[in-house]
């Protein structure tokens, strides 16, 4: 869709930034990337959120919207004659962000949690914390998917989108920590959605790369040791 006047401020590290980009990309929306600095926030961004002072930030015709669940509704909305992201169905659609609420708040925070844990105690109890964080993801998409590839159905939804952007970290942390988050013994329904995700061909190209993001994780853990010293 030739689309003008769109540009995301983001970091290409970040998932709630990748999240924005796989919405825009499901609805064929053709826009400007703006990197902005990992460890220095910019003008742009402080001028277009004082509030939160955080990315992404996608500018339509020059005005900014903040927050990457806010963002992924306005594009559904703004762009209504692409293919639909949250579902139709008013019950469908609250539950689909009850999920993505759990998500943000309740799940990826673990995830974040475990690569910035060293001792093998603390890792072991944050362990235990996820396994029973994504059995309820796991029963959630069975009851969500109705049987079907993914949680929005037969196509990726809002649902997928959110979950998906967390999965470039959760394998650099399954690279970093020589483990298994989404252990296809234990949600075996949640693992097979993962290879479906990963595999599809509109999104395949723009999902973050593990190996890059232990790479950039590594490079800011020094950068902050080296700063605190």
């Not at 790369?209 to 080296?226: G, M």
Request: net charge neutral.
């Amino acid at each position: 869709m030739a689309t003008k006047g769109v540009k995301l401020l983001g970091v290409w590290a970040s998932g709630y930034v990748n999240r924005v980009e796989m919405a825009l990309k499901t609805k064929s929306i053709t826009y400007e990337f703006i990197q902005d600095n990992l460890f220095y926030k910019s003008e742009l961004l402080l001028k277009a959120n004082p509030v939160y002072k955080k990315v992404p930030i996608l500018f339509h015709d020059e005005k900014p919207i903040c927050e990457s669940l806010v963002i992924l509704q306005y594009i559904d909305e703004a762009w209504s004659n692409g293919p639909c992201i949250l579902p139709s169905d008013p019950y469908d659609r609250a539950i689909a962000r009850f999920w993505a609420s759990y998500v943000d708040q309740k799940w990826f925070p673990l995830v974040l949690d475990l690569l910035n844990t060293e001792g093998k105690t603390e890792k072991a109890a944050l362990l235990e914390k996820m396994s029973e964080a994504s059995v309820l993801l796991e029963e959630a998409f069975i009851k969500i998917s109705k049987g079907k590839s993914f949680f929005g159905g037969d196509r990726i939804g809002h649902l997928d989108i959110v979950l998906g952007s967390t999965l470039g970290w959760v394998k650099a942390n399954e690279i970093m920590n020589e483990m298994k988050i989404l252990d296809e013994r234990k949600m075996p329904s949640l693992a097979e959605w993962d290879e479906r995700f990963c595999s599809d061909k509109v999104l395949k190209d723009i999902i973050q790369q593990p190996e890059k993001l232990v790479e950039t994780f590594r490079e800011f853990r020094e950068i902050k040791k080296a700063a605190s010293n």
